[in-house]
C-alpha cells in the first residue's frame, strides 16, 4: 500500500502551502443533506450533467430555465409520462440543445429515477445509503440503469450533487501511475476495484473523504 504522504507533500507545494490546499478541497455532503433533496432536482442535475458533456457549461446553464419549463420542473413523473409529441416539440425547440439521444436520455432517467425511489424511498436516500467503499458499483449501476452517465459523467454527476466520491481524470490518473497502482487510465472493472481498494486504504490513513483525496491526488501532479 503506497502511503497518502507520497501525495500529500507535492499537492501543498503546487497549492502554496497546507492551508491553501485545504481551502482548495471539496466537502461532501451528509446522508441528511443528500436525502433531503428532492427527487426533480436530482434529475435536473443529472440531465445538466449529460447536456453539458461536450458543451461549453455556461451555455448549458443559460438554457437551462428552457429546459425546466420543457421537462416540467424535471417532475419525475411529469417527465416519465411525456408522449412522442412533446419530445418532437423539444426537438425542434430553439431554446433547447437539440440533441435527440438526449433528449430522450431524460424521459428514460426520470423512468429510472421513479423506480429507484419506489424501492428505496427517494433517490437521495439510494445515494446516501451506498457505501463509499464501494462507491464503483453504484457507478456501475447509474451505467447499467441510467442512459448517459457512462465514463466520467456519472461521477461527476454524483460529485455534483455533493455524494463522496473520487473522480479518475487525468490528473488522477497520473498520480495512479506513478505510484504503480495501475499502469492506465482505468476503465474495466478489475483496475477500477484497484482503484477503489486504494481510496479504501488511504480513507483509513487519513480520515478524508474520496472526494478530497482525490482532489489531493490531483493537485500532487499537475
Not at 458533456?53 to 417532475?75: I, T, Y
Not at 463509499?132 to 450533487?161: A, C, H, M
Amino acid at each position: 500500500m503506497v502511503a497518502f504522504n507520497r501525495f500529500l507533500g507535492p499537492a501543498e507545494t503546487r497549492a502554496g502551502g497546507a492551508a491553501a490546499l485545504e481551502g482548495m478541497l471539496p466537502r461532501p455532503a451528509t446522508a441528511a443533506e443528500l436525502i433531503a433533496v428532492t427527487d426533480d432536482r436530482y434529475l435536473s442535475q443529472m440531465s445538466l450533467r449529460i447536456f453539458s458533456a461536450g458543451l461549453r457549461h455556461d451555455m448549458v446553464q443559460k438554457k437551462w430555465p428552457a429546459f425546466e419549463s420543457a421537462f416540467h420542473g424535471f417532475d419525475p413523473r411529469r417527465v416519465a409520462a411525456m408522449s412522442e409529441a412533446e419530445i418532437d416539440r423539444c426537438l425542434s425547440d430553439p431554446s433547447l440543445i437539440r440533441h435527440g439521444g438526449k433528449l430522450l436520455a431524460v424521459v428514460a432517467n426520470a423512468r429510472a429515477v421513479n423506480a429507484v425511489s419506489s424501492d428505496h424511498g427517494s433517490f437521495g436516500r439510494w445515494i446516501a445509503e451506498w457505501p463509499e467503499r464501494d462507491i464503483v458499483g453504484l457507478w456501475e449501476r447509474l451505467v447499467k440503469d441510467f442512459k448517459q452517465l457512462g465514463g466520467n459523467s456519472g461521477p461527476y454527476f454524483l460529485r455534483t450533487v455533493g455524494k463522496d466520491t473520487f473522480i479518475v481524470t487525468e490528473d488522477v490518473t497520473k498520480a495512479l501511475v506513478s505510484a504503480g497502482i495501475v499502469t492506465r487510465k482505468p476503465t474495466g472493472k478489475k483496475d477500477l476495484r484497484t482503484v477503489q481498494d486504494a481510496f479504501n486504504g488511504w480513507m483509513e490513513e487519513t480520515g478524508r473523504p474520496l472526494c478530497q483525496l482525490s482532489r489531493i491526488l490531483a493537485l500532487s501532479v499537475g
